[in-house]
């Protein structure tokens, strides 16, 4: 079901390889301002096609990027490989308050860009439109992938692990990127050690992880293109999309959780709130906040709030949930964060479901000392603390054909950007 498509990679030149660090960057979705102005400051930063910086406004950010692209070209800052090829990526991580090393492991490699309704690529989160239209303008402007999204497939004997430990033992690449994450490249070339890649994913279903605005301009752009080109085929480059694929079987797929930040509600009173909340919720005050993702950690339908100066443990009611009325499968209906989207931010704080992809009442925050910041500077009204997603939930959402709340995962660590570029003219 799933197609990929070895490919030969735009990359820096040999003679940029001990600079690479300098090279990279954060994707588009997560760098910061602050992060995005110091690396502009180096002129061949990734960064300069992934969020291109125009210096005038008669040119679009796509045409500012495709200049670069051409530039660097022209100057032997990138060539391109010779033979297509599977790019082997591991990202060795630790999370806090942990002393085991985690790797990531994966390859990035060209995949057929098939419609949500094929069943083929999963989806597990909607998109904001606006975001969507800026990749497409940048993608079909300049037949270039900047950046790769993630995708899962499924292969519990790990098979094609041995292959990627074999290739790792001749890395291209190796830097620690802005997460501290050591991110290291290789490359396989041999047929028929890439042909095996090609026949163990051609069974699957893959779950879209982490980049749904990316996969989606690739699917405008398959659109534009065919209407377009009255010779079609569907094997044209511009039908495939650049992916970073890892083994959903992996223990070293780690989800992070994102908090929820409620700021400018009008008529909130805190009181008021904490009465209507016994309502749905069994309700306990924890004495010391920065215990409260021990506290809720692992439990169904268990949160943490912070809200003023305190702190509280809040369960679920099991005949409470009887009356979560959002017409979705029960399979979705039963994850946390639908739990607390429709009791905490839609019961309690009346921001209705259809909304609560754009009220500017809701902010999302990764960080939980953060969240205690925000809060304790009286810069919140309150913060919603959650646990990770499992990636079982994940898979079991994708299989629905609906999706969770926005914000629901945050797979760990991010991609970077600038190791492999793909053209697809």
């Excluded at 950010?61 to 051409?70: F, S, V």
């Amino acid at each position: 079901m799933a197609t990929i498509r070895p490919f030969s990679a735009w990359r820096y030149a040999p003679h940029l390889y001990p600079q690479i660090g300098e090279l990279t960057s954060p994707l588009f979705d997560v760098v910061s301002a602050k992060q995005r102005q110091k690396l502009y400051q180096q002129p061949y930063n990734s960064i300069h096609l992934s969020v291109p910086q125009c210096q005038t406004s008669e040119k679009t950010a796509g045409q500012c990027a495709l200049d670069k692209i051409n530039h660097w070209k022209a100057t032997g800052v990138l060539v391109q490989d010779d033979q297509p090829s599977i790019y082997v990526y591991y990202q060795y991580f630790f999370l806090p308050d942990s002393k085991k090393e985690y790797c990531r492991k994966g390859f990035i490699t060209l995949i057929k860009a098939t419609d949500w309704e094929e069943n083929i690529v999963l989806r597990h989160e909607n998109t904001i439109p606006h975001a969507v239209n800026d990749r497409i303008e940048l993608l079909a402007t300049t037949l270039f992938h900047a950046s790769a999204t993630h995708g899962l497939y499924t292969d519990p004997a790990h098979e094609l692990e041995v292959l990627m430990d074999e290739a790792m033992q001749t890395p291209v690449y190796e830097t620690e990127d802005y997460q501290g994450v050591r991110d290291v490249l290789a490359v396989i070339t041999a047929p028929e050690k890439v042909q095996a890649f090609v026949q163990k994913l051609a069974p699957q279903q893959i779950i879209l992880a982490d980049g749904h605005h990316r996969y989606e301009s690739s699917l405008a752009l398959k659109h534009r293109m065919q209407a377009q080109n009255p010779h079609h085929t569907g094997e044209e480059l511009y039908n495939y999309h650049l992916m970073y694929l890892t083994n959903s079987a992996s223990d070293d797929l780690r989800i992070l959780p994102t908090h929820r930040l409620v700021v400018g509600l009008l008529a909130f009173d805190e009181i008021d709130l904490l009465n209507r909340m016994q309502e749905y919720f069994t309700v306990k005050e924890v004495e010391n906040a920065t215990d409260l993702p021990e506290v809720i950690a692992g439990k169904k339908w268990t949160f943490g709030i912070l809200l003023g100066e305190k702190a509280y443990k809040i369960k679920l009611k099991t005949e409470a949930f009887n009356t979560l009325h959002w017409a979705f499968p029960d399979v979705v209906k039963e994850i946390d964060l639908t739990v607390m989207h429709y009791f905490i931010i839609y019961k309690l704080l009346g921001i209705k479901g259809k909304d609560q992809r754009s009220t500017p009442y809701l902010r999302f925050e990764r960080n939980f000392a953060e969240c205690l910041r925000l809060v304790a500077k009286q810069e919140i009204q309150m913060a919603v603390i959650t646990n990770e997603v499992a990636i079982e939930d994940v898979k079991k959402v994708c299989q629905s054909g609906f999706t969770m709340p926005q914000k629901s995962t945050y797979f760990y660590p991010k991609v970077i950007c600038g190791f492999a570029f793909a053209e697809i003219r």
